[in-house]
């Protein structure tokens, strides 16, 4: 990886859809050796795809729940089942399991609180949990899918320049 490839990156991160040709003028490269690099960025999983971002607001998805799970389970069979039922509700739009005294944290989109309540019930009736604690954002102050760039290591002959 190199200076190139993290300005592409940038920009990608910024408008997926731009075509080769604008990526390439803007990183002073020809189309082919852009589209090249492009690829090799997929083909080793930097690049894990592309996607279009929705607006929550004209999606009716206007509530953000952070979902606080703790389970008196700690097998790894309990986490497979759990990650499996958490999969089957398009609601969870993230998923991470902790360290502290939070043992899971979901992140929760839905139209409204009574949309939530039957998102809890449905969840609750599938696994065994052993507290559930809600938190719904009043407002989002920062949202962004671009992941931070200053910390890429890039090629040694690169970082001498």
Same mark, same amino acid.
């Given at each position: @990886? #190199?200076r190139?490839?993290?300005?592409?990156?940038?920009?990608?991160?910024? #408008?997926?859809?731009?075509?080769?040709?604008?990526?390439?003028?803007? %990183?002073?490269?020809?189309?082919?050796?852009?589209?090249?690099? *492009?690829?090799? !960025?997929?083909?080793?999983?930097?690049?894990?795809?592309?996607?279009?971002?929705?607006?929550?607001?004209?999606?009716?998805?206007?509530?953000?729940? /952070?979902?606080?799970?703790?389970?008196?389970?700690?097998?790894?069979?309990?986490?497979?089942?759990f990650?499996?039922?958490?999969?089957? /509700?398009?609601?969870? *739009?993230? /998923?991470?399991?902790?360290?502290?005294?939070?043992?899971? !944290? !979901?992140?929760?989109?839905?139209?409204?609180?009574?949309?939530?309540?039957? /998102?809890y019930?449905?969840? *609750?009736?599938?696994?065994?949990?052993?507290? %559930?604690?809600?938190?719904?954002? @009043?407002?989002?102050?920062?949202?962004?899918?671009? @992941?931070?760039?200053?910390?890429?290591?890039?090629?040694?002959?690169?970082?001498?320049?």
């Open positions: @990886m #190199d190139l490839d993290k300005k592409i990156l940038r920009l990608l991160q910024e #408008d997926a859809t731009l075509a080769v040709a604008d990526v390439a003028k803007r %990183v002073g490269l020809s189309t082919t050796p852009c589209w090249r690099r *492009i690829q090799k !960025l997929e083909e080793e999983g930097v690049i894990k795809r592309r996607v279009a971002i929705l607006d929550p607001q004209k999606i009716n998805a206007r509530v953000t729940v /952070f979902v606080a799970v703790r389970t008196s389970s700690h097998s790894n069979e309990w986490l497979l089942r990650s499996e039922i958490v999969a089957e /509700f398009p609601e969870v *739009i993230e /998923f991470y399991r902790m360290s502290g005294d939070i043992d899971y !944290l !979901l992140r929760v989109v839905v139209p409204d609180i009574a949309a939530y309540d039957a /998102f019930k449905r969840l *609750i009736t599938k696994i065994d949990i052993r507290d %559930v604690s809600s938190s719904f954002a @009043m407002e989002q102050i920062k949202y962004t899918t671009q @992941m931070p760039l200053d910390y890429l290591i890039l090629d040694k002959e690169q970082r001498d320049i």
